[in-house]
Every structure is written in structure tokens, then in C-alpha cells.
């Protein structure tokens, strides 16, 4: 029996799913995590042989201590993983240390965690690349602000996700930047890059041990995640129906540029929404970054939705077994939509549930680990029509603000890029609530709405 370790099989919440088909699977599968093991989730502990919990996952030695209790019990260790961004370094130091070979080690990071050192491997995939300085004083950013223009983006070189991304605009923004980074964060390293007037679309695959695609999906978030966290506003993303020729091959080369093997991938892109000088024309890939992980938060869930599958079981079969028998079903849009506290929403909850109870697939709160950039209160349902996802969109998005009719359309214009097939662009239909509000509804249950078990999120 193969020994696979699961590093925070808690968190997110979703993740019991993986150990689950881990387990049904054959491997022995065993969870280090910081939660007393008496708050796990029922299912959790049903899908995990053994849990060792440490005092806090950031000690190193305490991680340490646990994997080496399993080897001494177990013997050797076949995998080691967390599916998790901000543990990557860390097992890749443990597979190192334990001399793991079924995934990335420490001498891999580099290129798979610093955006700077992607950028080389885009390249090579000959994937377009946003120009970008190293942050060092007043006058070498400006050196570079001068040949590429206002705005910048500076962020972390080594961050995850949009966590201190920040978006300049003139000399006054940076000289406050370069302050905050000098007071706060004077030993990280961050990266300005030129902007790409641009949606986001992702190639989100499953890779065998001989680096080719299981499963493939992808992705469209048409408002940036850097907004969203800035101004505290909505978030929206959706699974698209096809994933397009372009992010499909473009995904692949980087499989290969990168040499991905045995892992859950989410590849991100600029696809871009107008012509820009020495970037490319509009429609257009441009790389972003590579995450050696799923996507986070709930989105392999949505995948599932939209594909008719389960991803969970793909990987597992993939990591016991080097491939799946698991079918892809009738696919669909699956959109995210997250509400954000304190804004005056035409719709009740109450009302959204009795419009759209036949196409919710998971209504829930967002855990405040996630509400930065995913909003408080989710919404995700299926469509087999993008005109039917313009409309969900519409009405759990509509506010009673004077300037409704302002955001609606806006709404209009960022799904509008959604498509990247090359079909002509046709008059938009008014999009306002269908409907207006009644007061005779019928009470919903507020947790995750499935068709079965096995995408069931508590």
C-alpha cells in the first residue's frame, strides 16, 4: 500500500474530497494539520487513516517530527502534498529532506514560486511576457515607468495570489510605495510590471507522471483580484463551457516548458481586451504566472459542476493508478458570483434561492481566509448558455445605488470579453433584474446545494 502524506487536509475546506478519493483508492493516506484532530470534519476523519497535528504548521521542525513518525510507522513515504499555494516551499523541503521524488524539490522553487523566474520559462514556451523591473530606488523604477508608461503593478516577487498586489499611477503613488515598502517590508523582494489592459483566463489540468493532460478546464475572471481586494468590491469568475484552442495550447506548452509531471495545475494568462504597444494585439495570451496547485477556494467544486465530473477522483486515479477511467459529462458555464457585505442588493438571498433554485449548485458564507478576494456570501450555479449566466450575474450583482444602471452595464462590457471565440461582438441585451422584488418567497436552504453526494461541501 502507497503512503501518501496530505500537509493541511483541513483547509481549505473542500479538500477532504481529495483524501476521500485517495483512500478509495487504495493509499494509505495520512493528514498532518495545526486542528485538534476532535474539529475535523466528519468527513475528513472518515477519508484520513491517521492525523498528526502539530502545534503550528509554520515550525518546520514540528512538520519534520510528524513525517518522520510516519516513516518510522509506515515506512517510506510514496507522496507528500498540501494542493496548497502557500505550502509549496514547504513540501517541497520535506520531499528534499525525505528524499520524496514524486514531486517538485527545493531547487525547483525558484521558478515555480518567483515570478520574475517564470517569466524565463513562458518565454521559452514562446508565450508573450509583461516587461518588468526589479523594485530598487526612486529613479530605477522611474527609468522604467518612463519606457512602458503609467500604470505599474508592483507585488511580491514570491507572493500568493493578490496579497499586497498595488496598482501605481503616478509619481505620488510611488513615492508612497517605495515608503510603506522601505517601513514594512524592507527585506522583500517585489516586482513592477508594465499593465495589461486585460481579463484573466486559466488552463486548470490534471497532468500524468509522463507530463501529459488527464483533464483539462479553464477559467475566466473578467474583473482583476487585485480590484477586488483594493476596493472591497463584488467578485466574480465563472468555469468556461470550452475551454479555447489558444489557453489550451498555450497551457500545454508551459506543461512542457515548466516539466510538470504527477500534479492539479492552474496556469493563469492576460487575455488581452485592446491592442497595447509592445505587448500584442487584442485576444491575445500574454502570460501571468503559473500555480503549482489547484485553483484555489471552491473552484474545483465548479469545475465538477460545469464538466459533470469529478476532479477530485481524476487526480487521485491519476496519483494511485497514472490515469482515470472517470467520464466527462455535458459541460456548462458555472459561475461565481460573491456578494459583498454591506452593499444594498435589489435581491434578498431569500429571493435569489426562489428565481434560481433550479441552477444553484452551492450557496454559502466565504471563509474570512478568503473573503479578501472572493467576496462574503457566494453564489454558484450552472447554465448551459452564457445569456443565461449574463442574467444570473445581472440580478445577484443589481444594487438600489442611483448608479444601477451604471454597473449593469459595466457588467455588460467585462462578460462581454468572456468569449474569446472569434465571433463578431453583437448588441447587448438590457440586462436589469428580470423581475422585481416580491415579498412572498419561499425559504431556501443557505448551505451548498448539490446533485450528489460527492460534491457535497458542509
Same mark, same amino acid.
Given at each position: 500500500?502507497?503512503?501518501?502524506?496530505?500537509?493541511?487536509?483541513?483547509?481549505?475546506?473542500?479538500?477532504?474530497?481529495?483524501?476521500?478519493?485517495?483512500?478509495?483508492?487504495?493509499?494509505?493516506?495520512?493528514?498532518?494539520?495545526?486542528?485538534?484532530?476532535?474539529?475535523?470534519?466528519?468527513?475528513?476523519?472518515?477519508?484520513?487513516?491517521?492525523?498528526?497535528k502539530v502545534g503550528s504548521l509554520e515550525n518546520?521542525?514540528?512538520?519534520?517530527?510528524?513525517?518522520?513518525?510516519?516513516?518510522?510507522?509506515?515506512?517510506?513515504?510514496?507522496?507528500?502534498?498540501s494542493n496548497n499555494e502557500y505550502w509549496l516551499?514547504?513540501?517541497?523541503?520535506?520531499?528534499?529532506?525525505?528524499?520524496?521524488?514524486?514531486?517538485?524539490?527545493?531547487?525547483?522553487?525558484?521558478?515555480i514560486k518567483y515570478k520574475s523566474k517564470m517569466?524565463?520559462?513562458?518565454?521559452?514556451?514562446?508565450?508573450?511576457?509583461?516587461?518588468? =523591473?526589479?523594485?530598487?530606488?526612486?529613479?530605477?523604477?522611474?527609468?522604467?515607468?518612463?519606457?512602458?508608461?503609467?500604470?505599474?503593478?508592483?507585488?511580491?516577487?514570491?507572493?500568493?495570489?493578490?496579497?499586497?498586489? =498595488?496598482?501605481?499611477?503616478?509619481?505620488?503613488?510611488?513615492?508612497?510605495?517605495?515608503?510603506?515598502?522601505?517601513?514594512?517590508?524592507?527585506?522583500?523582494?517585489?516586482?513592477?510590471?508594465?499593465?495589461?489592459?486585460?481579463?484573466?483566463?486559466?488552463?486548470?489540468?490534471?497532468?500524468?507522471?509522463?507530463?501529459?493532460?488527464?483533464?483539462?478546464?479553464?477559467?475566466?475572471?473578467?474583473?482583476?483580484?487585485?480590484?477586488?481586494?483594493?476596493?472591497?468590491?463584488?467578485?466574480?469568475?465563472?468555469?468556461?463551457?470550452?475551454?479555447?484552442?489558444?489557453?489550451?495550447?498555450?497551457?500545454?506548452?508551459?506543461?512542457?516548458?515548466?516539466?510538470?509531471?504527477?500534479?492539479?495545475?492552474?496556469?493563469?494568462?492576460?487575455?488581452?481586451?485592446?491592442?497595447?504597444?509592445?505587448?500584442?494585439?487584442?485576444?491575445?495570451?500574454?502570460?501571468?504566472?503559473?500555480?503549482?496547485?489547484?485553483?484555489?477556494?471552491?473552484?474545483?467544486?465548479?469545475?465538477?459542476?460545469?464538466?459533470?465530473?469529478?476532479?477530485?477522483?481524476?487526480?487521485?486515479?491519476?496519483?494511485?493508478?497514472?490515469?482515470?477511467?472517470?467520464?466527462?459529462?455535458?459541460?456548462?458555464?458555472?459561475?461565481?458570483?460573491?456578494?459583498?457585505?454591506?452593499?444594498?442588493?435589489?435581491?434578498? =438571498?431569500?429571493?435569489?434561492?426562489?428565481?434560481?433554485?433550479?441552477?444553484?449548485?452551492?450557496?454559502?458564507?466565504?471563509?474570512?481566509?478568503?473573503?479578501?478576494?472572493?467576496?462574503?456570501?457566494?453564489?454558484?450555479?450552472?447554465?448551459?448558455?452564457?445569456?443565461?449566466?449574463?442574467?444570473?450575474?445581472?440580478?445577484?450583482?443589481?444594487?438600489?445605488?442611483?448608479?444601477?444602471?451604471?454597473?449593469?452595464?459595466?457588467?455588460?462590457?467585462?462578460?462581454?470579453?468572456?468569449?474569446?471565440?472569434?465571433?463578431?461582438?453583437?448588441?447587448?441585451?438590457?440586462?436589469?433584474?428580470?423581475?422585481?422584488?416580491?415579498?412572498?418567497?419561499?425559504?431556501?436552504?443557505?448551505?451548498?446545494?448539490?446533485?450528489?453526494?460527492?460534491?457535497?461541501?458542509?
Amino acid at each position: 500500500m502507497s503512503n501518501f502524506i496530505f500537509i493541511s487536509p483541513n483547509f481549505p475546506t473542500n479538500y477532504w474530497q481529495f483524501c476521500r478519493e485517495l483512500k478509495n483508492d487504495g493509499m494509505n493516506v495520512l493528514g498532518i494539520g495545526d486542528q485538534p484532530y476532535d474539529e475535523l470534519k466528519p468527513e475528513l476523519k472518515d477519508s484520513l487513516n491517521e492525523y498528526y497535528k502539530v502545534g503550528s504548521l509554520e515550525n518546520y521542525d514540528e512538520v519534520y517530527r510528524a513525517v518522520a513518525f510516519f516513516t518510522f510507522k509506515y515506512g517510506r513515504i510514496d507522496w507528500l502534498e498540501s494542493n496548497n499555494e502557500y505550502w509549496l516551499e514547504r513540501d517541497a523541503a520535506l520531499r528534499t529532506d525525505f528524499h520524496i521524488t514524486s514531486g517538485f524539490q527545493t531547487e525547483d522553487m525558484p521558478r515555480i514560486k518567483y515570478k520574475s523566474k517564470m517569466k524565463e520559462y513562458y518565454q521559452k514556451a514562446g508565450i508573450a511576457t509583461a516587461r518588468y =523591473h526589479m523594485v530598487d530606488d526612486f529613479e530605477g523604477c522611474k527609468k522604467f515607468i518612463e519606457e512602458v508608461g503609467y500604470p505599474v503593478v508592483v507585488k511580491p516577487d514570491n507572493g500568493v495570489g493578490a496579497s499586497d498586489t =498595488h496598482r501605481l499611477s503616478n509619481d505620488e503613488e510611488l513615492r508612497t510605495f517605495l515608503t510603506y515598502k522601505s517601513i514594512h517590508h524592507p527585506d522583500v523582494s517585489y516586482i513592477m510590471e508594465e499593465f495589461v489592459r486585460a481579463e484573466v483566463n486559466s488552463y486548470d489540468a490534471i497532468i500524468d507522471g509522463s507530463g501529459n493532460p488527464i483533464f483539462e478546464a479553464g477559467n475566466v475572471s473578467p474583473m482583476s483580484i487585485m480590484d477586488i481586494v483594493n476596493d472591497n468590491d463584488n467578485s466574480i469568475y465563472y468555469i468556461i463551457k470550452d475551454l479555447p484552442d489558444d489557453t489550451r495550447a498555450a497551457g500545454r506548452a508551459v506543461v512542457k516548458s515548466f516539466g510538470v509531471k504527477s500534479r492539479f495545475v492552474h496556469f493563469e494568462f492576460f487575455r488581452m481586451s485592446e491592442d497595447q504597444a509592445g505587448m500584442g494585439k487584442k485576444g491575445q495570451i500574454v502570460a501571468l504566472e503559473v500555480n503549482m496547485r489547484p485553483c484555489g477556494g471552491f473552484t474545483p467544486d465548479m469545475i465538477n459542476f460545469a464538466r459533470s465530473t469529478n476532479v477530485y477522483k481524476i487526480w487521485a486515479d491519476m496519483i494511485a493508478f497514472g490515469g482515470t477511467d472517470m467520464p466527462v459529462g455535458e459541460h456548462f458555464y458555472c459561475p461565481f458570483a460573491g456578494r459583498r457585505d454591506g452593499k444594498h442588493f435589489v435581491y434578498s =438571498h431569500e429571493q435569489l434561492m426562489q428565481k434560481y433554485q433550479g441552477n444553484m449548485r452551492m450557496v454559502d458564507r466565504i471563509p474570512d481566509a478568503l473573503s479578501g478576494a472572493m467576496g462574503n456570501q457566494m453564489y454558484v450555479a450552472t447554465f448551459p448558455t452564457f445569456e443565461e449566466m449574463e442574467q444570473f450575474y445581472a440580478d445577484v450583482l443589481a444594487v438600489t445605488d442611483e448608479n444601477n444602471d451604471a454597473i449593469q452595464q459595466e457588467l455588460v462590457n467585462v462578460l462581454a470579453l468572456g468569449e474569446p471565440a472569434a465571433k463578431a461582438l453583437i448588441p447587448k441585451p438590457n440586462l436589469s433584474p428580470a423581475v422585481k422584488p416580491t415579498t412572498a418567497v419561499t425559504k431556501t436552504t443557505t448551505k451548498a446545494v448539490t446533485k450528489t453526494d460527492s460534491r457535497k461541501k458542509k
